[in-house]
């Protein structure tokens, strides 16, 4: 149990167009949904926090204009890029969890962003 | 805020030895959870051990233990026994025990190397 799939697995995009990228859980509710960015060979990073029917909580320093978080229903949550560029390129990971306390974070698959 | 220091970017250790990862914390809060998460090359994460702070005693999963030291605010992984398969980044990560805050604070990694 508790499965997360992202999707795509990898996307190519050109520089100025969006890429949405998808998070799932397959096999439980997740009432709160993470967005990570991963660059090569360093950690995790948080980028937002997102609670189902509401607004995701963005973490200092990441442009919520620019990386639009939708978390639509208890099993689904939307990474989109807007007008993507080189910078942009990175592994991003969501991570889902229930609804109780001590329910802990599943992770996805990564999806791995290349802007040319 | 809470910090979360890996200081061993690289280690490795004979096949079937054991070997020891260090992790330190920084925060402020008395109840939390610390985590050890394994990220192989395919990139997901898979959690390996947690600890809830207010536990004295460390938990142990199969080949896989802690030296949770509270005061010292430290947390180490132990790793028994080591198999190939336990080649990959290993992350420290620190989440506060508050509803509502779950958010992972990650180490910057160690990555962890098997010699045959």
């Known amino acids: 149990g508790a499965v997360v799939s992202q999707h795509p697995s990898w996307v190519i995009c050109k520089s100025g167009t969006s890429v949405k990228i998808e998070c799932r859980s397959l096999?439980?509710?997740?009432?709160?949904m993470f967005w990570y960015r991963q660059f090569p060979k360093q950690s995790l990073m948080l980028m937002a926090t997102?609670?189902?029917?509401?607004?995701?909580?963005?973490e200092q320093g990441v442009e919520k204009d620019k990386f639009l978080i939708n978390h639509a229903s208890l099993t689904l949550s939307t990474l989109t890029v807007t007008s993507a560029h080189p910078e942009d390129s990175s592994f991003y990971i969501c991570?889902?969890?229930?609804?109780?306390?001590?329910?802990?974070?599943?992770f996805g698959p990564g999806t791995r962003l290349t802007v040319l | 805020a809470q910090t979360v220091t890996q200081s061993q970017p690289e280690m490795s250790v004979q096949e079937a030895e054991t070997v020891t990862l260090s992790c330190t914390y920084d925060?402020?809060?008395?109840?939390?959870?610390l985590f050890w998460y394994k990220q192989p090359p395919s990139r997901q994460m898979i959690l390996v051990i947690r600890?809830?702070?207010?536990?004295?005693q460390n938990a142990t999963e199969n080949r896989f233990s802690v030296n949770f030291q509270k005061a010292a605010k430290s947390f180490s992984l132990k790793i028994s026994d080591s198999q190939l398969g336990d080649a990959a980044m290993y992350f420290c990560?620190?989440?506060?025990?508050?509803?509502?805050?779950?958010?992972?604070?990650f180490g910057t990694g160690t990555r962890l190397t098997i010699i045959p």
């Open positions: 990560a620190y989440r506060s025990a508050g509803f509502g805050n779950e958010k992972l604070t």
């Open positions: 997102s609670n189902e029917g509401s607004k995701a909580t963005y």
């Open positions: 925060t402020s809060e008395s109840d939390y959870y």
């Open positions: 600890q809830e702070a207010y536990k004295q």
């Open positions: 991570s889902a969890r229930g609804s109780r306390r001590n329910n802990e974070q599943f």
């Open positions: 096999d439980f509710q997740a009432t709160t």
